[in-house]
Nanobody, 127 residues
């Protein structure tokens, strides 16, 4: 089992920045590909960003390209989501997700690709 715990959410104004963190425990973190998803009220959970287990490759949803950056520190068992130029439409609960990966270069973007999920952290962006 892998336990994932998100932190760093909060209430900010449009244009501000936040950095979300996801701390993992339970297994060798460097064996796991990681991703961030979000879910707004009344909407389905959607993909935001993903990173390979080594951190060598990343992939983003179009609506966050150029504003969000996913990264990881395998020594700290943590994956991050740096969010800049936040917009009110970024308001959602943000979830960290992980799965074991044989490939060091593959990024997973589908909700069903992931096995482990955190409890989520609320991000609210006011206009």
């Amino acid at each position: 089992q892998v336990q994932l715990v998100e932190s760093g959410g909060g209430l900010v104004q449009a244009g501000d920045s936040l950095r979300l963190s996801c701390a993992a425990s339970g297994r060798t973190f460097s064996n796991y590909a990681m991703g961030w998803f979000r879910q707004a009220p009344g909407k389905e959970r959607e993909f935001v960003a993903a990173i390979t287990r080594s951190g060598s490759s990343t992939y983003y949803a179009d609506f966050v390209k150029g504003r969000f950056t996913i990264s990881r520190d395998n020594a700290k068992n943590t994956v991050y989501l740096q969010m800049n130029s936040l917009k009110p439409e970024d308001t959602a609960v943000y979830y960290c997700a992980g799965r074991s990966s044989v490939s060091a270069t593959y990024v997973y973007t589908r909700h069903d690709d992931y096995v482990y999920w955190g409890q989520g952290t609320q991000v609210t962006v006011s206009s």
